[in-house]
């Protein structure tokens, strides 16, 4: 079997716009998204795979200044592409209802449909959760799991309860508990959750409701810099079994295979896209030392209590 060398495909990559979807040309046009995040990271190379496949996309998040300047990069993309397509920008906190339920119906009241919602909007910060204050864990609760919860009732009741739709939500690798991030990993593990839940509810309304899973490695500089680290993703590649850390291109693909009519039998699944990091023991938080935990046997009660107590139980 040829193997293709990494460094031919890095070549490749470099040519910027000689490759922009696995998917063929056309494949969402007519189509209308909205990607939440659609400014930054993997939320940005969703919207240009979106647009590079026709569809109409607006990338809803709160920062004007971040939705500005990623819009400017897409649409000089999209121009270099040859592809055309509309790209519209809302601001919106997925936290607050008002502001949810006006992204929904602007989009379409201009668009007049909405056949896509990419909840892809989201984050947190890292901590020991013995040091979250409550005003922190409800905001990363409330951006993670209340504004998916939001976004997708309002894009059902506005729209896809009558004319159906595909729904695509955001997870992380909390399979085996979040450490440093205990409030994310509970509000994705809701996430996921809410995901089949939909998934089986909207069903009869012909409405997918998936999900995808990103390991903690799909470097963007965004994600980076939330943490005030631009090197946090360094070393992570090590841990992962494909040795490597993972690119914002390999979300977005996924997320286009779940959107197509490929996918038009999978409903209330989650994706894990992180190279086998969530099957594989090597731990990425490491315990701090301490003396083995107390353990419980019949002859341990026996040795801790003496002979009196336990013949006093007799
Ligand atoms: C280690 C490698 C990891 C790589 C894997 C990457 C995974 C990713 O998810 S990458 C995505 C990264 N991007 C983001 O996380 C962006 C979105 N996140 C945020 O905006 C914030 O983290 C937020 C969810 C907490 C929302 O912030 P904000 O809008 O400012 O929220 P509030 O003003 O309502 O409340 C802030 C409240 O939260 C606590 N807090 C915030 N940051 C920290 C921090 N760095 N450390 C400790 N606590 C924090 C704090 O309680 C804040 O309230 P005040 O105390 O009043 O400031
Ligand atoms: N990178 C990774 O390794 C992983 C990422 N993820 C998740 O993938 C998603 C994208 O992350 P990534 O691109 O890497 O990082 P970014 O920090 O670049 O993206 C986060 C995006 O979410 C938007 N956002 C945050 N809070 C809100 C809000 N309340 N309302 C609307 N939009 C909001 C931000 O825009 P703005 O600031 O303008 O609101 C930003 O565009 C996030 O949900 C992230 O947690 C999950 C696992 C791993």
């Not at 209340?146 to 159906?164: I, S, V």
Request: aromatic share 8%; with cysteine.
């Amino acid at each position: 079997m040829s193997q293709r060398s990494s460094s031919t495909f890095e070549n490749e990559c470099q040519k910027p716009f000689a490759l922009s979807s696995v998917f063929r040309p056309g494949l969402f046009e007519g189509r209308v998204a909205i990607v939440t995040g659609g400014g930054t990271g993997i939320g940005k190379a969703i919207a240009k795979e979106l647009l590079f496949l026709g569809c109409t996309v607006v990338i809803a998040s709160r920062k004007k200044d971040r939705l500005a300047s990623g819009a400017e990069e897409i649409r000089t993309w999209l121009t270099h592409t040859g592809q055309q397509a509309t790209l519209h920008v809302l601001q919106c906190n997925i936290r607050n209802e008002e502001e949810v339920k006006s992204l929904i119906s602007t989009t379409v009241l201009t668009y007049g449909k909405l056949d896509f919602l990419i909840n892809n909007g989201g984050g947190q910060f890292i901590s020991n959760t013995a040091e979250i204050r409550l005003k922190g864990w409800n905001a990363v609760v409330e951006t993670n799991l209340t504004g998916t919860f939001l976004m997708c009732r309002e894009a059902y009741n506005q729209w896809m309860k009558h004319h159906g739709g595909v729904i695509v939500n955001m997870a992380m690798d909390m399979w085996k508990g979040s450490p440093l991030m205990g409030h994310s990993g509970a509000a994705r593990a809701g996430v996921v959750n809410l995901t089949k839940t939909l998934g089986v509810e909207w069903a009869q309304s012909n409405v997918r409701v998936n999900c995808v899973a990103p390991g903690s490695s799909i470097v963007s500089p965004t994600a980076a810099a939330n943490y005030g680290d631009l090197n946090v993703f360094d070393g992570i590649g090590a841990t992962i079994p494909m040795k490597r850390t993972g690119t914002v291109e390999e979300v977005s693909s996924a997320v286009c295979f779940l959107l197509s009519p490929g996918a038009s039998f999978i409903t209330g699944e989650t994706i894990r896209i992180d190279g086998g990091q969530s099957f594989y023991t090597t731990p990425t938080y490491s315990l701090p030392d301490s003396k083995p935990t107390d353990k419980y046997s019949w002859q341990s009660c026996f040795d801790a209590e003496g002979p009196e107590a336990a013949k006093s139980k007799l």
